[in-house]
Structure formats: C-alpha cells, structure tokens
C-alpha cells in the first residue's frame, strides 16, 4: 500500500508513546501515510498533525469528568465534523475508551472503518460492555492474550497482539549502576508509586509514604525514592503528606518511574500500569489501591468487579503471584507490615520472579508491528468493499 489516511486519537500520556510506536510501524509498511488527531508529544514527532492536544482528555473519575463534560462535548463533536470532511481510511481509538468509543462509534455509522487499540479493562469489571464495543468499532487490539477470550462470548472480533511495554521493557543487569544514573546511594531501595493522577496521590499518597517511613523506621539501612508525575501531582502529594512524621526520609524523583522500578529491589504500586512494568522489569512488588468512596459503593452495591484479582501481575498468570491490598488496608500499618513480611520472603520472591518471566514471554508479540498489520487488513479489505 503506497499511501493512506488515519486519523488517531489517544488520551494519556501512555496513549501517546504506544500511537506514535504505532505510527513508527505503519510507516514502515505505508511510504505516503498521512495522520491526524488528538496527540502528544511523541505522536507529532512521529509525524502526526494535531487537532488538540492529548492534555484536553486526561481527566479522571466522576468528579471530574463531569466538570469537564462541555468542554469535552464540544471537543468530540469538533473531531467528528473535522475527521469527517477529512475522510480518511481508518479512525484508531487509542485507549481513553469512554471518549474514543463513542466518537468511533459515530464515525462508523458514516462508513468509515473503526478500531481501537487497548481494550478497556473488561476482565475486571462490566464485562458485558463487550456487546456495546462491538457495535462501536470493527474490532479490538488487546493487549492482553486472554481478552480476545472474553469479546468472542458477545461475538466481537478481537485479536491479541502483544504489548508495547513487553517488547521495549527488560530487566536491568546491574541495579546499583541505574540508581546511581538516577542520583541514588548504592544501598537497598524501596520504590513507592502512588500514582501518576492527582485523584490517585491524593488517595494513596499518605500511607503510602507513611508505610514507606514505617519500612526505613525496620530498615534503616535501606533507601526509599518516589517518582513525582508532575507538578500536580507535587502539590497533591506536599498537602496530603504534611502531616506524615518522617515524610521527607523519602526521596522524590522528577517522574523516570520505570527507571525507578527498574533500578529497585523492592516496590510499593498503585493498581495499573506501573504494576505491569514491575513485573517486566522483574521487581518483586506489592500492590494496593483505593477507589473513591462513591466508585467503591458503585462497584460494592452493584457487583460490577469480575475478576478475583485487581492486579494486572495476577489476573496475566491466574493465581495470587503479588499480594494486594484494597480500600480499609491502605494504611500505614497493613502496608508497612506487608512489605517488611515480603522483603525476608525469599520463597515469595522467588516465586514474584518465575511469574514475571512468564508475563515477559506471554506478552513480547513485536505489538506495534502486529497492530500494524491489523489496520492494514481492514483497510485493504474496505478497499474492496469486503465488510
């Protein structure tokens, strides 16, 4: 295929790296590809031209979503009219479902082809929501190889094409060496992550770090490092650890969280993506999280979690390998307790570190090339009129 459009839309900065791997690929197959859509950074360096600016969709939580909903209305409806009159050969949702899905949604029903790249986290919780995305796009790009499982029970195509973090991430040789690119002493190192979203530090940011000064109180000879998202997040976290004894034992960093992972023998995670780049770069971890106290009555009264485990390490290998905390144990105490049992666990690390080599092997798919592939099946096949 000699040229094609694509408009792409991503929201996050982890949208942004995995669209421009994506485009990268495409550029690779496609001499004359013309991009345009919501983008970072990384995306417009990758070539892409911008309609708005991936900050306009990082919102988070009800809350907050709905403050931002005019803006956010008047955003999705400015991309249809503009996308539109453009025409091009395929829209790619990249991640930001609740914003993507509906916007591929209404492009589709005009006659344009529609996928999305990063299925929403239907393993977890409101697994029906399958049904409604595949009547929104022509299929789904998982990450994950047991979700392709889960869309065929509503008779949505789907296909499992590795994860970018899988094919880029690997376990450092020398972990000493990282801490000192990154400014830290030789000794032992805990990595705490709170989060890279205000609404996350500002839930977890306190016992985090008062489990982490719990931890240095049983260890004195160890270190503890903090990534900082940004400056938001730095606020957050100076307000709600004010009142810490010993908070600034912990070092902060100005965010390189993977390289903090990397470089550390032992880390504290906030459920999500952090936890799946522990696992990669093989640091025994353990992970908690706490909902908003509204989203947990949601998720409690109406049974909308699905899956045993919160955790991504967990629900890839099927049975408790990292151990979680939840709501009411996000405290100084359970945390703090918890590491100090993990860090004398050398059977419990162990067992973290074969369950991490087993996440590598099941997600290195060479993904940007596979999803690659994809949208140049469904546009060759809109080509010839093929539905």
């Known amino acids: 295929m000699q040229d094609m459009r694509v408009a792409i839309v991503a929201g996050e900065t982890s949208g942004d790296l995995l669209a421009a791997e994506l485009i990268e690929a495409l550029r690779q197959r496609v001499p004359d590809l013309q991009l345009r859509g919501v983008t970072g950074p990384r995306m417009r360096a990758a070539g892409c031209e911008s309609l708005a600016d991936i900050s306009e969709l990082s919102v988070m939580g009800l809350i907050e979503v709905l403050r931002h909903l005019p803006r956010l209305l008047r955003l999705r409806w400015r991309l249809r009219r503009e996308i539109l009159a453009w025409q091009p050969d395929i829209f790619i949702g990249v991640d930001a479902p609740d914003f993507n899905l509906g916007l591929a949604a209404w492009l589709r029903r005009r006659g344009l082809r529609a996928l999305h790249f990063v299925s929403p986290s239907i393993w977890a919780w409101r697994r029906q929501r399958a049904r409604t995305i595949g009547t929104q796009v022509d299929e789904v790009l998982c990450l994950f190889p047991f979700e392709p499982a889960l869309y065929a029970e509503y008779g949505v195509p789907a296909r499992f094409v590795g994860h970018p973090l899988a094919d880029r991430l690997q376990p450092v040789a020398d972990r000493q060496a990282l801490r000192a690119v990154l400014g830290l002493s030789a000794a032992p ?22 489990a982490a000064v719990r931890f240095l109180d049983a260890h004195p000879g160890w270190q503890v490092a903090l990534p900082v998202a940004n400056e938001g997040c730095a606020r957050v976290l100076d307000a709600v650890c004010a009142g810490v004894d010993g908070a600034n034992r912990v070092l902060r960093l100005d965010g390189r969280s993977t390289e903090l992972l990397a470089a550390a023998d032992l880390a504290l995670v906030a459920s999500g993506t952090a936890t799946l780049e522990a696992a990669l770069v093989d640091t025994p971890m353990l992970v908690a999280y706490r909902l908003a106290p509204f989203s947990n009555w949601l998720v409690r009264t109406f049974g909308l979690l699905q899956s045993r485990w919160f955790s991504l390490p967990n629900a890839l290998t099927g049975r408790a390998l990292v151990p979680e905390l939840a709501q009411e144990d996000v405290a100084a105490l359970p945390l703090s307790d918890a590491l100090i049992e993990l860090q004398v666990d050398a059977d419990s690390v162990v067992q973290q570190r074969q369950g991490f080599a087993e996440i590598r092997r099941a997600l290195r798919n060479q993904a940007s090339q596979r999803a690659a592939d994809a949208i140049l099946e469904h546009v060759s096949a809109s080509a010839k009129g093929v539905a």
């Open 189 to 210: 190192l805990l990595a705490v992550l709170p989060g890279s979203r205000r609404g996350e530090v500002s839930r977890l940011g306190a016992p985090f770090v008062a």
